[in-house]
């Protein structure tokens, strides 16, 4: 693999992650960390959670001293989120983390009192999580994406990776709370670009064949898979199947290029979580989620598998390549 090269873009009020401490924790007091995700501790294949551990150990919080984890992972099942939200309400704890937009929906669901510090991928204040960006209001804070933009760009970059494409199917599951308002945003940027959209819903890993036969059928010359937890569980069936089509595809996760996918852009997960280690201290010190700034991105990456890509016998052109941060040889 290539050296990465950090894109930074202005984002957010400008959140310092290891901020001063505020008031102090309680002497003697153990401090309960939740942990809520949709899918596995197996699925973590970038490392967030250690990332996490270590931002926190560095910030003072140590496992087993004055800091408790509990973890509770849906293993792809996003309808035991509530159950599982529920859990660490009853536990107390004194801060949720949680990396997803139905986490975090599931989390306020369960409570209005908790600080909830979220990594989600859509807009926050449309999902009714938070007043605004600058002033949350609520008991949730944290960063999210506004994945509907990173969708756009997604599309700007697959245009110019595969000449002379015109129509792009978009695998979608419409149940997931991003999908719509990504696919919104797509059809908009799709008309500017002069590319057809052909949103094909995927809403059980049952469908997968089915609709990748109806993409084939149409004689697609490339792909984009959007962020959902179902596809990422599931990563690996897509990038076979992507494969056995013959079709270029750009992801919205990350993990999808390790497994075999051709490109990804978007921001840095491992980053993401480290900022998150800074709120969680800010709270746990006394600081109130609803005066906490929800931020944006400051990393991004572009990735690209340059064995997909000659597995696919397409050549990625060297603007594009001149701008990965990480190329997988």
Known sequence: MKTRREFLIAGGAGLCVFAAPLAAQQPGKIARIGRLAPASVSADTLGIFEGLQRALNSLGWIEGRNVVMEDRFAEGRSDRLPELAAELVRLKVDVIVTGSTVGALAAKNATATIPIVMVMGGDPVASGLAASLARPGGNVTGITTLGQELSV???????????????????????????????????????????????????????????????????????????????????????????????????????????????????????????????????????????????????????????????LGITIPQTILLRADRVIE
């Open 153 to 311: 760009k997604r599309l700007e970059v697959l245009k110019e990776t595969v000449p002379g494409l015109v129509r792009v199917p978009v695998l979608s599951n419409p149940t997931f709370p991003d999908a719509v308002a990504s696919v919104k945003s797509l059809e908009g940027a799709a008309r500017a670009l002069g590319v057809q959209l052909r949103v094909v819903d995927v809403r059980d890993p049952a469908e997968f064949e089915k609709a990748f036969g109806a993409i084939s059928g149409e004689r697609a010359k490339a792909l984009m898979v959007l962020p959902d937890v179902m596809f990422m569980v599931n990563r690996r069936r897509i990038v076979e199947l992507a494969a056995k089509s013959r079709l270029p595809a750009m992801y919205g996760m990350v993990e999808f290029v390790d497994a075999g996918g051709l490109m990804f852009y978007g921001a840095s997960l491992p980053d993401m979580y480290v900022r998150v280690a800074g709120y969680v201290d800010r709270i746990l010190r006394g600081a109130k989620p609803s005066e906490l700034p929800i931020e944006r991105p400051t990393k991004f990456e572009l990735v690209i598998n340059m064995k997909t890509a000659k597995a």
